[in-house]
């Protein structure tokens, strides 16, 4: 069944770390050209009308509640997922605009999540990891092929991925899209202040670096800029106008401070791959005094894996429980801090809140306070910062 566009372009991005940096990206590219843009990303941290933007703006809540009705009605006895629902009300209300842009963030997987329902002119494939196994696969390779189920015969695909996957490669040559592959058809490279973009006829120089921290954002740029470049001829974009975008553009939850003497960092960092990646910012940024670890996970995620990917950078834990039946009890993450010979001094508490308050008391105003593992742990703290 053919379903009406959504706008003039769509973007829908999958992977395992780096979607919402991605389209955050994109979303604020187009915006600074000038053009109307909408966007649906998933989860939120502390209000579900984040997860559907209209020009840069949260929707509002008449506009999602009409949407929810609509969905209702049309649904009659077809049952449907939260997801699925909430796909369908952002479909609706992102149709209603006429948008030149649309970016659409898969929720889980690729070839049979909700978004996929919707053909993508541009296929974005970010960062690939080992993450809810139990739905795509044990290893990189069966993840990717699922990731790479957004392709399109003849259609523009592009991975971010510094090492795909050859499943990948291998879904969009089976599909027949037309891929390109981080270093090889493009790069987006760092060299002091200084950037540059080559790929899909442009070389830009002279960008600036990312307002988000940490080198693996260069990768994500790199992927959004492709996708930029590639709808040149249909949405033209101005060096100026990226350059604009690139500087002032940030992301809830990704190596977010918000607080100083300590310093609060929020992540939502929650897989090897994004963990590995937080450590490599912690090192890449670091403090005079010491990291204070706020965690609480869930329990299908690979715990061992992504506390040791950060164990070094740790001085002290605070584990927190969070709520069943997902969440991990803060038990188990000591066990596993044990498991693999960690000798920093670990609390234990019942929730976020209390081993956060815990570790700012003990921290000092040289240390830091490091909030990560779940957007539900830390959409706990931003709901109370407020």
């Known amino acids: 069944m053919a379903l009406r566009p959504i706008a003039s372009a769509t973007i829908i991005v999958a992977g395992t770390n780096g979607k919402g940096s991605v389209v955050a990206l994109l979303e604020a590219i187009y915006l600074a050209a000038g053009y109307s843009v909408g966007s649906y990303t998933s989860p939120h941290l502390v209000r579900y009308n984040e997860r559907v933007h209209l020009n840069g703006e949260e929707v509002l809540d008449q506009d999602l509640c009409h949407a929810f009705e609509a969905v209702e009605a049309a649904r009659e006895q077809t049952a449907l997922t939260y997801f699925e629902f909430g796909t369908l009300a952002a479909a609706y209300i992102l149709q209603s605009q006429k948008l030149d842009v649309a970016i659409l963030e898969v929720g889980l997987g690729g070839r049979l999540d909700a978004v996929n329902l919707f053909d993508a002119d541009i296929a974005i494939v970010t960062g690939i990891d080992v993450d809810h196994s139990d739905w795509l696969g044990k290893d990189r390779e069966s993840i990717g092929y699922e990731k790479a189920g957004i392709f399109r015969t003849g259609k523009t695909a592009i991975c971010g991925d510094a090492k795909p996957p050859s499943s990948v490669i291998d879904r969009a040559t089976e599909v027949g899209a037309e891929l390109s592959l981080q270093g090889r058809d493009f790069s987006f490279q760092c060299r002091q202040h200084d950037c540059q973009f080559d790929g899909a006829g442009l070389s830009w120089a002279g960008l600036p670096p990312p307002a988000l921290t940490g080198q693996h954002q260069q990768l994500n740029l790199g992927t959004a800029l492709m996708a930029v470049g590639s709808l040149q001829a249909s949405l033209p974009v101005t060096r100026a106008q990226a350059a604009k975008a690139i500087a002032m553009t940030t992301v809830a939850g990704r190596f977010q401070r918000v607080h100083s003497q300590p310093e609060v960092v929020l992540d939502v960092a929650h897989n090897p791959q994004a963990i590995s990646a937080l450590a490599r910012t912690c090192f890449e940024t670091p ?55 960690i000798k920093k001094p670990v609390g234990e508490f019942t929730d976020v809140s209390s081993a956060y308050h815990a570790a700012l008391s003990d921290a000092q105003p040289q240390d830091r306070v490091l909030v990560f593992g779940s957007f539900v742990t830390v959409g706990a703290i931003m709901h109370e910062l407020g």
């Open 287 to 341: 403090v005079t005094g010491n990291t204070l670890a706020v965690v609480g996970m869930m329990q299908d995620k690979a715990i061992e894996d992504a506390l040791a990917a950060l164990a070094e950078s740790i001085d002290h834990w605070y584990l927190a429980s969070l709520p069943p039946p997902r969440g991990a009890d803060a038990a188990v993450l000591k066990n596993t801090l044990e498991h693999i010979g």
